[in-house]
C-alpha cells in the first residue's frame, strides 16, 4: 500500500502571502484597477483566471486577463529570488520525518509550475517530493479534486491512501471531493470541514497522519 501525502505549496508549505499580495497589489494598480487586502484575502488560493473574473467581472477580456495573470506571476517571482523564503515551521521535520516512514509526497497547487519550482528550489526541499501537479497540469482548479487525483495518480496512490494538507477552504472541499483525509493548516482561516485542524504544523500529534490514514474518509 502506498500511503501518500499531497501538499498545497503557498500557505501551506511557504509562507508567500505577502509576495503574493504585493504583486497582485502592484500590478492591478498599474493596471488601473486596484484591490484591497480583503480582496486578495478572500481569493488566495484560486487560480488566476477565477481571482481575476471575481475582480473585474465575468467578461473581462481574456487577453487582458492573461496579460495581468503573467505580468503577476513574474513579479511574483522576482520577489522570492530578491528576498528569499524558507518552509513553515514544522514542514521540512513532517515531511523528512513522513518520507523517512515511507509515505510519498507530492504537491499540488493551483500555482503556474514557474512557480512551484522557483518556490521548491528556494525551500531547498526538492529531492524529498516524488511528484508535483501545477496549474498547467489540470483543467480545473480547487475546489475541483482534479489536481489532488492527479497528484496522488503520479505516486501511484489510492484517493483512500492519501492525505491532503492544505490552508484554504478551496483546497480543503477539494481534497475531501476526492475522497482522501484532510489536515487544514491556517491561521487566516478556522478550517472546520477538515478531518483535523491545526494552526500550524508542530501542534500536529506525533501519529496524527497514521492515525488519519485508519479512519473512514468522508463521502465525495
Known amino acids: 500500500m502506498v500511503r501518500a501525502v499531497l501538499w498545497d505549496l503557498d500557505g ?71 528576498h528569499g523564503i524558507a518552509p513553515l515551521p514544522g514542514v521540512r521535520e513532517w515531511v523528512t520525518r513522513l518520507a523517512d516512514e515511507g509515505w510519498r509526497h507530492a504537491i499540488a497547487t493551483s500555482a ?42 503520479r505516486l501511484k496512490a489510492a484517493p483512500q491512501h492519501a492525505i491532503v494538507v492544505e490552508d484554504a477552504p478551496p483546497g480543503i472541499e477539494a481534497g475531501r471531493r476526492a475522497g482522501m483525509r484532510t489536515i487544514g493548516v491556517s491561521l487566516m482561516h478556522t478550517l472546520t470541514h477538515a478531518d483535523i485542524y491545526v494552526r500550524s504544523l508542530p501542534e500536529l500529534a506525533p501519529d496524527a497522519f497514521d492515525r488519519l490514514l485508519r479512519r473512514p474518509a468522508h463521502p465525495q
Open 12 to 82: 501551506t508549505l511557504v509562507d508567500s502571502a505577502e509576495f503574493h499580495w504585493q504583486a497582485w497589489r502592484d500590478i492591478c494598480a498599474a493596471e488601473g484597477a486596484p484591490i484591497t487586502y480583503d480582496q486578495f484575502i478572500h481569493s488566495f488560493g484560486k487560480r488566476n483566471d477565477l481571482i481575476l473574473k471575481g475582480w473585474l467581472g465575468e467578461d473581462v477580456d481574456p487577453d487582458r486577463m492573461r496579460r495581468l495573470s503573467e505580468a503577476k506571476e513574474a513579479h511574483f517571482r522576482d520577489l522570492v529570488r530578491a
Open 112 to 153: 503556474p509550475r514557474e512557480n512551484l519550482e522557483t518556490l521548491v528550489d528556494a525551500m531547498e526541499m526538492r529531492a524529498l517530493f516524488g511528484a508535483d501537479v501545477a496549474a498547467e497540469d489540470v483543467i480545473h482548479g480547487k475546489p475541483d479534486p482534479e489536481v489532488f487525483l492527479v497528484a496522488a495518480g
